[in-house]
């Protein structure tokens, strides 16, 4: 949601460092020292040197930048935001030894946040998400993708994606929603999968399309599939979806060559990704979805990013918000975290984080600063980009506007 009813004109000025990612700039980032925007009715409308400010726009409700830097809303393309419960246990038993498989196998991990998303009601599972929902929009997040996944049958998925919906129309954020009814493979199917998966290609579908943007199935070893993939992706297309991937993330399955031969809009995790599922990736403008976050709290090896945008492919970064493998809700850690373990320049870092992600999302209006774009931005308490690795745990958000409106 952008804003509705607010004033949502707005001249942002004495911007000592602007991030525009616009491609008709130098650089990767298209910095622009000394700067200003002008956004209209909640749309970029004018981006320039602060010098140059146009005469129209000298009635805008003004903000002063304070001489810092400003960069596009981040755009967080990989989250589990709505879930019920706590597994804080699993992962103090995680830090003793045990396996995220182990656990998944035994009943618990994800099954267990299916269980307590099953008996929340609809108006607890809200309450829980809008506060991280708050709390991402404080680091400078404006735009989210929410998955469902912890319900595992119709009702549940359609109540997590009603409840998705229910925050993009009450905060200002705006949240892309997808159905994740192939997560992992619920206890009471376990001996049936084939009906499962047609559970979810038949009724899950019925329901959910109509509340969903993308489709998305974890394949990998312990949930599903190749061909259990292809199936459930291929219905969500026939149902006018896209689709994303949870590829090669515990295993090289050929998953992310499987997204690549779908068109998928995107497939995420790839730590064991090949070259080859790389350049096909990069030939079907699928872009990969890292999310360094995981290998931090998981204390696995980090995907190299490095390999990964040198191979060609858009390269995007999202937080995966989950209840299990990243408890992690901050796009600028996630940068830092990126710039630090994965081989991504700071600047190539902020890139994914803002532009990467919104390619990703297939959102052609933002993630960048130029004019037509949405008037989404952030104001940091810091005079470059280079300040959010450089400082991983500071709060240097100063300032978030979501369509014009300064939140
Ligand atoms: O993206 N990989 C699968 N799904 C999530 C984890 C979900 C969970 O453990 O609850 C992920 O890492
Ligand atoms: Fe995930």
């Known amino acids: 949601m952008s804003g509705k009813g607010e004033v949502n004109d707005l001249l942002v000025f004495n911007i000592g460092s602007l991030v ?94 299916v269980a307590a998303t099953r008996a929340a009601s609809e108006d607890d599972l809200y309450d829980s998400a809008v506060e991280r929902a708050w709390r991402m929009l404080a680091n400078g997040t404006t735009t989210v993708e ?53 559970l979810v290609c038949g009724e899950m579908l019925d329901v959910c399309a109509p509340l969903a943007r993308f489709c998305d199935v974890f394949s990998d070893e312990a949930a599903f599939t190749v061909e259990e993939t292809r199936r459930i992706l291929e219905a969500a297309k026939n149902r006018g979806l896209e689709v994303r991937v949870h590829a090669d993330q515990l295993g090289r399955v050929g998953a992310a060559h499987l997204a690549a031969e779908l068109s998928a809009a995107s497939a995420d995790h790839l730590d064991h990704a090949t070259d080859e599922d790389l350049t096909a990736m990069s030939a079907a403008g699928t872009s990969a979805v890292l999310l360094p976050a995981v290998s931090f709290s998981m204390r696995l090896p980090y995907p190299d990013g490095r390999r990964i945008w040198d191979s060609g492919v858009t390269v995007a970064l999202a937080t995966d918000c989950n209840p299990g493998t990243a408890n992690v809700e901050s796009m600028p850690f996630v940068v830092a975290l990126a710039a630090l373990n994965m081989g991504l320049t700071p600047d190539e870092a902020v890139w994914a984080a803002t532009r990467g992600g919104a390619l990703s999302l297939r959102l052609e209006d933002r993630g960048h600063l130029v004019p037509g774009a949405v008037g989404d931005l952030v104001v940091l308490d810091a005079p470059t980009h280079l300040h959010i690795p450089y400082r991983p745990d500071a709060d240097l958000v100063a300032a978030v506007v979501k369509g014009g409106v300064i939140l």
Request: charged share 30%; no cysteine.
């Open 146 to 198: 929410v998955k469902s996944g912890y319900g595992l049958n119709a009702a549940t998925e359609e109540k997590m994606l009603r409840v998705a919906r229910r925050i993009d129309e009450s905060l200002p954020i705006d949240v892309i929603p997808t159905f994740l009814g192939a997560h992992v493979v619920p206890a009471e199917y376990r001996e049936d999968r084939d009906a499962y998966v047609d």
């Open 20 to 113: 525009t990612n616009d491609l008709g700039r130098d650089g990767l980032l298209g910095i622009v020292e000394d700067a200003a925007v002008a956004i209209s009715d909640g749309v970029l409308e004018w981006v320039g040197d602060g010098a140059d400010i146009p005469a129209e726009y000298g009635d805008l409700p003004r903000l002063d930048a304070g001489g810092a830097a400003v960069l596009p809303g981040f755009v967080d393309p990989h989250t589990h935001l709505v879930f019920a419960g706590d597994r804080s246990d699993e992962f103090a038993r995680r830090l003793r030894g045990e396996s995220y498989e182990e656990i998944l196998t035994a009943g618990g991990g994800i099954l267990s946040t």
